[in-house]
């Protein structure tokens, strides 16, 4: 990637035109931007304090480490792997292999649980299928009162989300829990709020999803685990009486859900008799991403 046999060595900017050029020929999304990470995280500078050093040239040792992690970008790895870290409602979150990376789409909810909730709210609250625990650790941050359990199948993933934990200095109010959703996870009734973040990519629709997700992003945060076809509708089947059961009355339920799933996890909610003032919400996209409801 970079020019070798040069008596001064390369500078930040040849080593920034070079990494886009090699990015934009794979056909990375947003090489320049890329690229401008990469090399930020490379050196142990901020972007803005990368961009004002474009002359300095680079010691050896710094063209080697951006080498390697731009050709790693080349094929596909994301961004956040590469960096081990990912901004997510203002907050910088450790990510890895083990948890799925945090979209900007998953804010809705904490945006809705700050809408429905004072800030000085004592909440009782459960996150499902917590990953990073960006929606735990966040919401814990968000409402100094507010005390926890972020639940996930996957010991690795609760791992990553209890680093966040103790990084944000929530460690004391979020409870990391290995559980199954479709089973009870909460005294009946304790709960002022639910978040879910399910896996909801139907066994079809993962095949389509783009090659860099597929690749690297763990395909247990994606697709619900269950043997044969799958609809991506199975964790909603199951954690939504479960939510009905942990949901004191008048406590909220705030589901994620896939793009064309509105109508099917309605329906799933209005089965179980036990929840009012149903809402499927959009996104920036005016696409269905949000189920909120009420526990009656």
Partial sequence: MIAAGRAAGPTV??????GEALLAAAGVDSPRLSVQVLAAHALGLERHALLL??????APAEADRLRVLVR???????????????????LDFLVGPAVLIPRPETEHLLELAEALFPRDAALAFADLGTGSGC?????????????GLALDASAAALEVARA??????????VQPLRADFGRPFAVPGSLDLV???????????????????????PRSALVPAVPGAADGLECYRALVPRAAEALRP???????????????????VEATGA?????????LAGLDRVVAARRA
Avoid: K, M, W
């Fill in 13 to 18: 900017g040849d080593a920034l035109r070079e």
């Fill in 53 to 58: 050093a474009r002359s300095r040239a680079l």
């Fill in 72 to 90: 790693r970008r080349a094929g596909g790895e994301p961004v956040a792997y590469l960096t081990g870290t990912r901004e997510f409602y203002g």
């Fill in 135 to 147: 929606l735990a650790v966040t919401l814990a941050h968000r409402f100094p009162a507010a005390r």
């Fill in 164 to 173: 966040n934990a103790r990084r944000h200095g929530v460690a004391a109010r």
């Fill in 195 to 217: 978040l879910a973040n399910p896996p909801y990519v139907g066994q079809t629709e993962y095949l389509d999803i783009s090659p860099e997700v597929r690749g690297f992003e």
């Fill in 250 to 268: 008048g406590g909220a339920l705030l589901a994620e859900i896939g793009c064309a799933q509105g109508a099917a996890v309605r329906a799933i």
């Fill in 275 to 283: 929840f009012a003032d149903l809402r499927v919400l959009p996104d």
